[in-house]
């Protein structure tokens, strides 16, 4: 690999050229932001639980497990702020006006709060919750406190009669992906001239697949820690923390 400023430089220079860029970003966007990943040495899948933690029917049959399990991540993700990543993507789009849009994983909201506009969760987002039995719609904040102490969300804790348990509007293993934000970022990903790979293993799909819809002639940039399966495909590729590479550009 060449050295980290050269590459830092033909970065710079596949985004100036670029008009239409789309990003795939997973949980090592928000490492810097004290969120841990999944799958590093550190990451929630190897320190704190397994992956069937995330699935629907766990969920369903086991809501309070989730919520006990998840008071840690929960705060971290409440707490955190938007990382060197987060704001070089906002500024890409607002000072140097590229149309950018952003494919995330992650269900923290960081991209928005850094002020990225066209942000598409496509495994859903944590700062809403839906009662399983009135499909009444709240905010995260009118459970903050329980959130963070683990407790079972029950509709009646924000002051109503339903009682019903409340579901992060996450995307557990099986169900659907939101069908619209997945198709928007599909087109995106075919329509750019620029592809970027950040912070994510690739090793969970339908998300994984889309930076391979990208169109013939689109530039491939990748920025995660380790190795993914796409990285022979790469254009440039760094193995640096996003934060470190962005903050440059
Ligand atoms: P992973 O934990 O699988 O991958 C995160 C990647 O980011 C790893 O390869 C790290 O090496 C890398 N990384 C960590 N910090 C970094 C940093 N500061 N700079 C550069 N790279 C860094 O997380 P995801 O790929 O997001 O799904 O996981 C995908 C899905 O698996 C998640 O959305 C979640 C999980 O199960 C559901 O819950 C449905």
Redesign the pocket.
């Known amino acids: 690999m060449e050295e980290l400023n050269q590459r830092i430089e033909k970065l710079k220079k596949l985004l100036k050229d670029a008009t239409h860029i789309a990003c795939l970003?997973?949980?090592?966007?928000?490492?810097?932001s004290g969120v841990?990943?999944?799958?590093?040495s550190t990451?929630?899948?190897k320190t704190l639980c397994s992956?069937e933690v995330?699935d629907i029917d766990n969920f369903n049959s086991h809501p309070e497990e989730f919520y006990k399990i998840m008071a840690p991540i929960y705060a971290a993700m409440l707490d955190a702020e938007p990382?060197e990543?987060h704001k070089a993507l906002a500024r890409i789009e607002q000072e140097y006006k590229k149309d950018i849009c952003i494919a995330t994983?992650?269900?923290d909201a960081l991209h928005q709060r850094a002020g990225s506009r066209n942000v598409q969760e496509?495994?859903g987002s944590m700062m809403s919750l839906t009662c399983k039995t009135c499909g009444a719609t709240l905010p995260y904040s009118a459970f903050d406190k329980q959130l963070r102490a683990g407790e079972l969300l029950r509709h009646n804790m924000a002051g109503n009669q339903c009682h019903g348990v409340m579901k992060p509007d996450?995307?557990?293993?099986g169900?659907g992906l939101p069908m619209e934000v997945f198709q928007t970022a599909e087109n995106a990903f075919m329509s750019a001239d620029l592809v970027m790979v950040?912070?994510?293993?690739?090793?969970?799909y339908p998300?994984?697949e889309l930076p391979r819809l990208r169109k013939n002639g689109s530039k491939l940039v990748i920025?995660?820690?380790?190795?993914?399966p796409l990285d022979y495909e790469a254009d440039l590729l760094?193995?640096?923390?996003?934060?470190?590479?962005l903050r440059e550009v």
């Open positions: 970003t997973g949980a090592g966007m928000s490492t810097e841990p990943d999944f799958r590093s990451g929630i899948y992956e995330f990382n990543g994983q992650n269900i496509v495994h996450i995307v557990f293993y169900e950040l912070g994510t293993s690739l090793a969970v998300a994984a920025i995660n820690r380790t190795e993914t760094f193995h640096e923390n996003i934060g470190e590479v």
